[in-house]
């Protein structure tokens, strides 16, 4: 009796583990430049020849019969290319240094929002990421979710690497929710690969450490739980208007950007600072300032207003046709 025949490996098997092999010595080659801005011109070669393999890949992936495997495949590779670039600084945006200031400065009791890094009330706390982060002159422009990241990731890994990987675990958490979404509508292996092998969005989040996996995360996950509860697209429809737009309760810069959905009407923002209300109108120490409960009405009853004088219900461009009529019948 003849031996069985071995068992040959499906061709999409085959195409991915060979796809793999050649992104990941694409991704090494770019882990051994080191600093990258120094070395523009054979980045630019590797991304593009890294660019050629993964459009070649997919090509390959959608043109052969799908294997259950390859999906894990994909996920791995995935994995196997973030890790390679992570454990480098970033080099090519200096954007992560600024997250890592608006850490700094709320874990040290000021208010992002308020003070700019060139304040000179903040000079020491300056280090070296602070002569490069962009935009230094101005207050910081990430929204709330991404502050109390920052906020917390000053706390455990103040680095420049350790810091990129809340948005490295978001960038993977994108991969697997898509994954799982492609997959259960019948949808195919390359689909999956066409983000998680992108050499554009290995690089940003996992050499760059860019904070744009969050907001990724946010509206894939949002677009999942509408998906499974169609009921959720809906429920804003029955909350008031004060918990959906965000709350401005006076002209001061430190009370302004309160997150939205942090407000509440028994217990205080989670970002509150040791200093009190006073101190943050005067400039000693910007502070997140809690919301109140006679806030929230106030800023209720203002909306209710809004929409019931009718001086308000009316556009501007309404009321200066009326005025344009009333001038032209005053002339006639």
């Not at 050649?22 to 011109?41: C, K, N, Q, T, Y």
């Amino acid at each position: 009796m003849s031996a069985p025949r071995r068992r040959q490996l499906e061709p999409q098997v085959l195409i991915a583990l060979v796809a793999i092999v050649a992104l990941e010595a694409v991704f090494a080659a770019m882990a051994r430049l080191g600093d990258l801005s120094i070395h523009i011109p054979e980045f630019m070669a590797l991304a593009l020849g890294g660019g050629i393999l993964y459009f070649i890949a997919l090509y390959a992936l959608e043109h052969t019969r799908d294997n259950h495997a390859v999906l894990w495949l994909v996920l791995l590779g995935a994995l196997a290319f973030r890790l390679t670039l992570f454990p480098q600084p970033p080099s090519l945006s200096t954007d992560l240094h600024r997250y890592r200031w608006d850490g700094h400065v709320q874990n040290e009791g000021w208010n992002p929002y308020a003070v700019a890094p060139t304040d000179p009330r903040l000079a020491s706390l300056r280090d070296p990421g602070w002569y490069v982060m962009p935009v230094p002159e101005i207050p910081t422009m990430y929204p709330p979710l991404a502050q109390l990241v920052f906020r917390a990731t000053w706390r455990l890994l103040p680095g420049p690497v350790g810091f990129k990987l809340p948005f490295l675990l978001a960038d993977l958490g994108v991969a697997a929710m898509l994954a799982g979404w492609i997959r259960s509508t019948g949808g195919r292996n390359y689909q999956v690969a066409i983000y998680a092998w992108n050499p554009l969005v290995v690089v940003e989040f996992a050499s760059s450490g860019h904070n744009d996996a969050l907001a990724i995360a946010a509206v894939v996950a949002t677009l999942l739980i509408i998906r499974r509860f169609p009921a959720m697209s809906m429920a804003q429809r029955s909350m008031p208007p004060s918990m959906i737009s965000a709350v401005t309760l006076s002209k001061d810069r430190c009370r302004q950007n309160i997150p939205s959905g942090m407000v509440t009407t028994t217990s205080p923002v989670p970002l509150v600072s040791r200093a009190s209300t006073a101190d943050c109108k005067s400039g000693s120490i910007a502070a997140w300032p809690p919301i109140s409960k006679a806030a929230v009405k106030s800023t209720r009853n203002s909306e209710e207003t809004m929409t019931t004088r009718p001086d308000f219900a009316r556009s501007s461009s309404m009321r200066a046709r009326e005025r344009r009529r009333a001038k032209a019948v005053t002339l006639t």
